[in-house]
Protein backbone atom coordinates (compact mmCIF):
# COMPACT_ATOMS: atom_id res chain seq x y z
CA UNK A 1 0.00 0.00 0.00
CA UNK A 2 1.10 3.85 -0.89
CA UNK A 3 1.57 6.14 1.88
CA UNK A 4 2.26 9.57 1.66
CA UNK A 5 3.78 11.65 3.93
CA UNK A 6 3.20 15.61 3.71
CA UNK A 7 5.39 18.47 5.75
CA UNK A 8 5.00 20.12 7.18
CA UNK A 9 2.59 19.43 9.54
CA UNK A 10 1.30 23.41 9.85
CA UNK A 11 3.03 26.28 7.94
CA UNK A 12 2.30 29.92 9.68
CA UNK A 13 2.25 32.40 6.68
CA UNK A 14 1.15 36.05 6.20
CA UNK A 15 -0.79 36.96 3.12
CA UNK A 16 1.48 37.59 0.51
CA UNK A 17 4.05 34.67 1.28
CA UNK A 18 4.98 31.85 -0.79
CA UNK A 19 3.99 28.18 0.29
CA UNK A 20 5.57 25.55 -0.43
CA UNK A 21 4.04 21.58 0.72
CA UNK A 22 5.74 18.71 0.35
CA UNK A 23 4.30 14.99 0.02
CA UNK A 24 6.57 11.90 -0.01
CA UNK A 25 5.46 8.50 -1.46
CA UNK A 26 6.47 5.65 -0.09
CA UNK A 27 7.55 4.25 -3.56
CA UNK A 28 7.44 5.18 -7.13
CA UNK A 29 3.95 6.72 -8.43
CA UNK A 30 3.82 6.04 -11.67
CA UNK A 31 2.54 8.53 -14.41
CA UNK A 32 2.24 11.33 -11.93
CA UNK A 33 -0.85 10.03 -10.73
CA UNK A 34 -0.69 12.16 -7.82
CA UNK A 35 -3.51 14.89 -6.80
CA UNK A 36 -3.62 17.94 -4.74
CA UNK A 37 -7.04 18.91 -2.58
CA UNK A 38 -8.02 21.98 -0.05
CA UNK A 39 -9.97 21.77 2.23
CA UNK A 40 -11.42 24.12 4.54
CA UNK A 41 -13.26 23.74 7.76
CA UNK A 42 -16.90 22.17 7.70
CA UNK A 43 -16.35 21.91 3.81
CA UNK A 44 -15.68 18.86 1.45
CA UNK A 45 -12.25 18.65 -0.31
CA UNK A 46 -11.58 20.53 -3.99
CA UNK A 47 -9.18 19.19 -6.36
CA UNK A 48 -6.66 21.36 -7.16
CA UNK A 49 -4.00 19.65 -9.38
CA UNK A 50 -3.91 16.26 -10.68
CA UNK A 51 -1.47 14.85 -12.56
CA UNK A 52 1.57 16.27 -10.10
CA UNK A 53 1.14 19.31 -12.13
CA UNK A 54 -1.86 20.07 -14.01
CA UNK A 55 -4.39 22.49 -12.21
CA UNK A 56 -8.38 21.76 -12.10
CA UNK A 57 -10.89 24.18 -13.51
CA UNK A 58 -10.97 27.16 -12.35
CA UNK A 59 -8.07 27.21 -10.02
CA UNK A 60 -5.96 30.22 -9.88
CA UNK A 61 -2.65 29.93 -11.48
CA UNK A 62 -0.87 31.14 -7.85
CA UNK A 63 -1.32 27.10 -7.63
CA UNK A 64 1.33 25.31 -8.80
CA UNK A 65 2.30 21.02 -8.73
CA UNK A 66 5.66 19.77 -9.43
CA UNK A 67 7.53 16.10 -8.61
CA UNK A 68 8.13 13.03 -9.62
CA UNK A 69 8.57 9.27 -8.67
CA UNK A 70 8.28 9.85 -4.86
CA UNK A 71 8.55 13.60 -4.12
CA UNK A 72 6.15 16.35 -4.91
CA UNK A 73 5.51 19.41 -4.01
CA UNK A 74 2.43 22.19 -3.81
CA UNK A 75 3.19 25.70 -4.15
CA UNK A 76 1.07 28.50 -3.40
CA UNK A 77 3.16 31.64 -5.26
CA UNK A 78 1.23 34.49 -3.03
CA UNK A 79 -0.92 33.41 -0.10
CA UNK A 80 -4.40 35.11 -0.46
CA UNK A 81 -6.64 35.43 2.32
CA UNK A 82 -8.57 32.45 1.11
CA UNK A 83 -5.89 30.02 0.85
CA UNK A 84 -5.73 29.06 4.77
CA UNK A 85 -6.81 26.18 4.75
CA UNK A 86 -5.52 21.90 4.56
CA UNK A 87 -4.16 20.59 2.01
CA UNK A 88 -3.57 16.93 1.07
CA UNK A 89 -1.90 15.39 -1.47
CA UNK A 90 -3.62 11.80 -2.81
CA UNK A 91 -2.26 9.12 -5.08
CA UNK A 92 -4.20 7.40 -7.71
CA UNK A 93 -1.53 4.92 -9.35
CA UNK A 94 -2.94 2.45 -6.85
CA UNK A 95 -6.43 2.13 -5.13
CA UNK A 96 -6.52 5.77 -3.48
CA UNK A 97 -4.40 6.50 -0.83
CA UNK A 98 -4.23 10.01 1.03
CA UNK A 99 -1.40 12.35 3.26
CA UNK A 100 -1.97 13.51 6.32
CA UNK A 101 -2.57 16.97 5.50
CA UNK A 102 -0.38 20.54 5.65
CA UNK A 103 -2.43 23.19 7.86
CA UNK A 104 -1.68 26.66 6.26
CA UNK A 105 -2.21 29.09 8.72
CA UNK A 106 -2.04 32.73 9.51
CA UNK A 107 0.41 34.16 11.23
CA UNK B 1 -22.61 21.50 -13.00
CA UNK B 2 -21.71 18.60 -11.67
CA UNK B 3 -23.58 18.22 -8.23
CA UNK B 4 -23.18 15.48 -5.89
CA UNK B 5 -26.00 15.73 -2.67
CA UNK B 6 -25.74 13.37 -0.24
CA UNK B 7 -28.63 12.21 2.47
CA UNK B 8 -28.51 13.80 6.29
CA UNK B 9 -26.73 13.16 9.15
CA UNK B 10 -26.95 9.87 11.25
CA UNK B 11 -26.97 8.64 14.66
CA UNK B 12 -26.77 4.77 15.61
CA UNK B 13 -25.76 2.50 17.94
CA UNK B 14 -22.92 0.43 18.04
CA UNK B 15 -23.72 -2.96 15.91
CA UNK B 16 -26.35 -1.25 13.74
CA UNK B 17 -26.01 -0.51 9.95
CA UNK B 18 -25.95 3.15 8.00
CA UNK B 19 -27.52 3.42 4.70
CA UNK B 20 -26.08 6.94 3.10
CA UNK B 21 -27.39 8.27 -0.23
CA UNK B 22 -25.34 10.44 -2.76
CA UNK B 23 -27.86 11.66 -5.96
CA UNK B 24 -25.94 13.03 -8.83
CA UNK B 25 -26.62 15.76 -11.35
CA UNK B 26 -25.18 17.63 -14.02
CA UNK B 27 -23.73 15.15 -16.19
CA UNK B 28 -24.26 11.52 -17.20
CA UNK B 29 -24.70 8.90 -14.07
CA UNK B 30 -23.79 6.03 -15.55
CA UNK B 31 -20.62 7.15 -17.24
CA UNK B 32 -18.42 7.35 -13.79
CA UNK B 33 -17.59 5.39 -11.08
CA UNK B 34 -18.31 6.90 -7.51
CA UNK B 35 -16.01 7.02 -4.99
CA UNK B 36 -16.74 6.71 -0.94
CA UNK B 37 -14.57 8.19 1.18
CA UNK B 38 -14.15 8.97 5.23
CA UNK B 39 -13.31 11.49 7.20
CA UNK B 40 -12.88 10.65 11.32
CA UNK B 41 -12.29 13.45 13.29
CA UNK B 42 -9.12 14.83 13.33
CA UNK B 43 -8.17 11.60 10.79
CA UNK B 44 -6.95 11.96 7.29
CA UNK B 45 -9.52 11.07 4.23
CA UNK B 46 -9.56 7.30 4.04
CA UNK B 47 -10.95 5.93 0.81
CA UNK B 48 -13.64 2.79 0.96
CA UNK B 49 -13.51 2.06 -2.57
CA UNK B 50 -15.90 2.41 -5.74
CA UNK B 51 -18.81 1.84 -7.49
CA UNK B 52 -19.30 1.75 -11.24
CA UNK B 53 -22.65 3.70 -11.82
CA UNK B 54 -22.46 2.21 -14.90
CA UNK B 55 -22.51 -1.28 -14.72
CA UNK B 56 -22.28 -1.61 -10.80
CA UNK B 57 -19.08 -3.03 -10.45
CA UNK B 58 -17.49 -2.56 -7.19
CA UNK B 59 -13.92 -2.57 -5.45
CA UNK B 60 -13.75 -1.85 -1.69
CA UNK B 61 -10.82 -1.13 0.23
CA UNK B 62 -9.50 -4.44 2.21
CA UNK B 63 -9.76 -2.73 5.26
CA UNK B 64 -14.33 -2.43 4.98
CA UNK B 65 -14.73 -5.31 2.36
CA UNK B 66 -16.42 -7.20 4.85
CA UNK B 67 -18.76 -4.22 5.85
CA UNK B 68 -19.51 -2.09 3.36
CA UNK B 69 -21.63 -2.59 0.66
CA UNK B 70 -22.19 0.18 -2.83
CA UNK B 71 -25.24 0.23 -4.85
CA UNK B 72 -26.88 2.52 -7.14
CA UNK B 73 -29.83 3.30 -8.75
CA UNK B 74 -29.77 4.01 -12.27
CA UNK B 75 -33.02 5.57 -12.65
CA UNK B 76 -33.01 8.28 -10.08
CA UNK B 77 -28.64 8.77 -10.34
CA UNK B 78 -28.12 7.87 -6.62
CA UNK B 79 -25.78 6.00 -5.30
CA UNK B 80 -25.62 4.33 -1.70
CA UNK B 81 -23.30 3.11 0.75
CA UNK B 82 -24.37 0.69 3.05
CA UNK B 83 -22.04 0.13 6.08
CA UNK B 84 -22.94 -2.54 8.80
CA UNK B 85 -21.84 -3.76 12.48
CA UNK B 86 -21.19 -0.42 13.03
CA UNK B 87 -18.63 0.82 15.94
CA UNK B 88 -17.31 3.96 17.44
CA UNK B 89 -14.73 4.60 15.38
CA UNK B 90 -16.62 4.37 12.66
CA UNK B 91 -18.07 7.86 13.91
CA UNK B 92 -17.22 10.19 10.67
CA UNK B 93 -18.05 12.86 7.60
CA UNK B 94 -18.94 10.10 4.87
CA UNK B 95 -18.17 11.13 0.91
CA UNK B 96 -19.11 10.12 -2.05
CA UNK B 97 -17.37 11.56 -5.01
CA UNK B 98 -17.11 11.19 -8.47
CA UNK B 99 -14.67 9.91 -10.48
CA UNK B 100 -12.88 11.72 -13.65
CA UNK B 101 -10.79 8.48 -14.56
CA UNK B 102 -8.20 6.35 -13.48
CA UNK B 103 -9.45 7.11 -9.68
CA UNK B 104 -9.02 10.55 -10.09
CA UNK B 105 -11.71 11.83 -7.54
CA UNK B 106 -12.73 15.38 -8.96
CA UNK B 107 -16.29 16.08 -7.56
CA UNK B 108 -17.31 15.69 -4.15
CA UNK B 109 -20.73 15.88 -2.10
CA UNK B 110 -21.26 17.81 0.97
CA UNK B 111 -20.68 14.75 3.44
CA UNK B 112 -22.38 13.07 5.97
CA UNK B 113 -21.87 13.04 9.55
CA UNK B 114 -22.59 9.57 10.87
CA UNK B 115 -22.26 9.26 14.93
CA UNK B 116 -22.30 5.79 16.57
CA UNK B 117 -22.92 6.05 20.18
CA UNK B 118 -24.52 3.97 22.81
Known amino acids: EFVLTQSPGTLSLSPGERATLSCRAS???????LAWYQQKPGQAPRLLIY???SRATGIPDRFSGSGSGTDFTLTISRLEPEDFAVYYC????????FGGGTKVEIK | QVQLVQSGAEVRKPGASVKVSCKASGYTFTSYAIHWVRQAPGQRLEWMGWISAGNGNTKYSQKFQDRVTFTRDTSTSTAFMDLSSLRSEDTAVYYCARDQGYQLIAWWGQGTLVTVSS
Open chain 1, 90 to 97: QQYDSFPT
Open chain 1, 51 to 53: GAS
Open chain 1, 27 to 33: QSVSSSY
